[in-house]
């Protein structure tokens, strides 16, 4: 009896530990990893990097330099990080205390390509190598992806790579939100940034959270340590609403996952963003206006409908003539150009992505003039001069919906 007893706590024992050495794959160490790039508000002159490590790096660089066909040891300017402390646990999984770097690039020359490295005398990153874009209205594209949100690893992965392969001078890659399941769990984050993996050092990133990426109201404490994203948005929301530019194209991420999906219609969330985004659109001078937010204008699911959201800032964007918004959390694809207020003299188009594998029927909703259900997506949206071009992939590469949108038509 007592020997029985003696086995099944060895083994239980047992089962524990291989537990914890499961979970520690998402452990930080010296060495830096997640080196991610950001778009800043102005790509041209700037970048930002952030990389975690564990806490015994307290104090971290970056090495920045021109690209050229050798890496030129004394050719680099060097940046000093900004360090912040963050600890995540999960019910039944090992805590994870990281240190979060976070720098940014400035002074940087429009169109040129440079070379950089994060971390210390005793452990680097690999160099990694993007490109400013140009000050003109040049041809450019970027990938846009709904929802990741879940099986990042084993399902998701394949997309992000299938896109990049697909484009891979992309100018940046933009997530309408939900980019994990579970906010504050770090071995999600682990998956979403092995699926990413170089990709993200490379190419500039841009996301708005979703509701998934709140917890309780509270914003994943990830969001902020591991991106560093814009702050020019109304404040408490930085780094979820906020304004950039990129070439002729103002890309503007607005919140609609803060305060219970803004619900609250009195609630600061609420109002702070539809005064910024008023205004940030009353100044813009650029000639083509995205904006991303993860609930959709106008949903593909059946039972789905965020009126709300269109009492609020559909006025706003057909005031001043938004082209085209870019949302996700239905987890099927709709798009359409429509409006609830005919008259107002502009209709913008409304798209409804997803990449992850989580899926749902998608309805026959009149506002969509093309829509589909149980596929895995990626968008190549090109800006080119005064086209805009969209297209929809399907994870294996194939076309899936395509439109084109140009200015004085
Ligand atoms: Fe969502």
Redesign the pocket.
């Given at each position: 009896m007592m020997s029985c007893l003696r086995c099944f706590l060895l083994f239980s024992f047992f089962l524990l530990q291989a537990g914890l050495v499961l979970a520690q794959v998402n452990a930080p160490s010296p060495v830096p990893d997640r080196v991610i790039l950001n778009l800043t508000e102005e790509p041209s002159t700037s970048a930002a990097v952030t990389w975690r490590t564990d806490t015994t790096v307290n104090s971290a660089i970056v090495e920045l330099q021109k690209a050229g066909p050798i890496v030129d040891n004394k050719a680099s300017v060097v940046f000093p990080a900004e360090t912040v402390t963050r600890n995540y646990s999960w019910y039944g999984e090992a805590e994870v205390v990281s240190n979060h770097h976070s720098c940014r690039l400035t002074g940087l020359e429009p169109g040129q390509k440079y070379i950089y490295r994060v971390g210390t005398d005793k452990s680097w990153s690999e160099w990694f190598q993007f490109q400013t874009p140009s000050e003109d209205a040049s041809r450019f594209s970027f990938l846009y992806f709904g929802?990741p949100q879940t099986d990042l690893k084993s399902r998701w992965a394949r997309v992000i790579r299938q896109a990049f392969m697909h484009s891979p001078d992309c100018a940046f890659m933009l997530y309408a939100?939900?980019l994990i399941n579970r906010a504050g769990r770090d071995s999600e984050w682990h998956e979403w940034f092995l699926a990413g993996s170089f990709i993200y050092g490379t190419v500039p990133q841009l996301m708005t959270p979703?509701?998934?990426d709140y917890n309780d109201l509270i914003l994943d404490p990830h969001w902020n340590a591991q991106f560093t994203l814009p702050t020019n948005g109304p404040k408490g929301l930085e780094g979820t609403c906020y304004a950039a530019n990129y070439k002729n194209l103002k890309i503007i991420s607005f919140d609609s996952?803060a305060d219970s999906e803004l619900e609250n219609e009195d609630g600061y969330a609420l109002q702070a963003q539809k005064a910024w985004l008023d205004s940030v659109l009353q100044t813009n001078t650029k000639e083509w206006v995205i904006v991303t937010t993860?609930l959709p204008f106008y949903s593909p699911k059946e039972s789905r409908d965020n009126k709300l959201l269109r009492k609020h800032f559909q006025p706003i964007l057909e005031k001043h003539k938004v082209d085209l918004v870019l949302t996700?959390?239905d987890h099927s694809y709709g798009r359409g150009r429509t409006t609830d207020s005919p008259g107002n003299g502009h209709e913008v188009m409304y798209v409804v992505s997803v990449s992850g594998p989580k899926m749902y029927e998608a309805g026959d909703k009149a506002w969509m003039e093309y829509s589909g259900a149980f596929k895995q997506l990626y968008q190549v949206i090109t800006i080119d001069g005064n086209e805009l071009g969209f297209q929809s992939f399907t994870a294996d590469g194939d076309l899936f919906d395509e439109f084109k949108l140009k200015k004085n038509e």
């Amino acid at each position: 009896m007592m020997s029985c007893l003696r086995c099944f706590l060895l083994f239980s024992f047992f089962l524990l530990q291989a537990g914890l050495v499961l979970a520690q794959v998402n452990a930080p160490s010296p060495v830096p990893d997640r080196v991610i790039l950001n778009l800043t508000e102005e790509p041209s002159t700037s970048a930002a990097v952030t990389w975690r490590t564990d806490t015994t790096v307290n104090s971290a660089i970056v090495e920045l330099q021109k690209a050229g066909p050798i890496v030129d040891n004394k050719a680099s300017v060097v940046f000093p990080a900004e360090t912040v402390t963050r600890n995540y646990s999960w019910y039944g999984e090992a805590e994870v205390v990281s240190n979060h770097h976070s720098c940014r690039l400035t002074g940087l020359e429009p169109g040129q390509k440079y070379i950089y490295r994060v971390g210390t005398d005793k452990s680097w990153s690999e160099w990694f190598q993007f490109q400013t874009p140009s000050e003109d209205a040049s041809r450019f594209s970027f990938l846009y992806f709904g929802d990741p949100q879940t099986d990042l690893k084993s399902r998701w992965a394949r997309v992000i790579r299938q896109a990049f392969m697909h484009s891979p001078d992309c100018a940046f890659m933009l997530y309408a939100g939900d980019l994990i399941n579970r906010a504050g769990r770090d071995s999600e984050w682990h998956e979403w940034f092995l699926a990413g993996s170089f990709i993200y050092g490379t190419v500039p990133q841009l996301m708005t959270p979703g509701n998934h990426d709140y917890n309780d109201l509270i914003l994943d404490p990830h969001w902020n340590a591991q991106f560093t994203l814009p702050t020019n948005g109304p404040k408490g929301l930085e780094g979820t609403c906020y304004a950039a530019n990129y070439k002729n194209l103002k890309i503007i991420s607005f919140d609609s996952a803060a305060d219970s999906e803004l619900e609250n219609e009195d609630g600061y969330a609420l109002q702070a963003q539809k005064a910024w985004l008023d205004s940030v659109l009353q100044t813009n001078t650029k000639e083509w206006v995205i904006v991303t937010t993860h609930l959709p204008f106008y949903s593909p699911k059946e039972s789905r409908d965020n009126k709300l959201l269109r009492k609020h800032f559909q006025p706003i964007l057909e005031k001043h003539k938004v082209d085209l918004v870019l949302t996700g959390h239905d987890h099927s694809y709709g798009r359409g150009r429509t409006t609830d207020s005919p008259g107002n003299g502009h209709e913008v188009m409304y798209v409804v992505s997803v990449s992850g594998p989580k899926m749902y029927e998608a309805g026959d909703k009149a506002w969509m003039e093309y829509s589909g259900a149980f596929k895995q997506l990626y968008q190549v949206i090109t800006i080119d001069g005064n086209e805009l071009g969209f297209q929809s992939f399907t994870a294996d590469g194939d076309l899936f919906d395509e439109f084109k949108l140009k200015k004085n038509e």
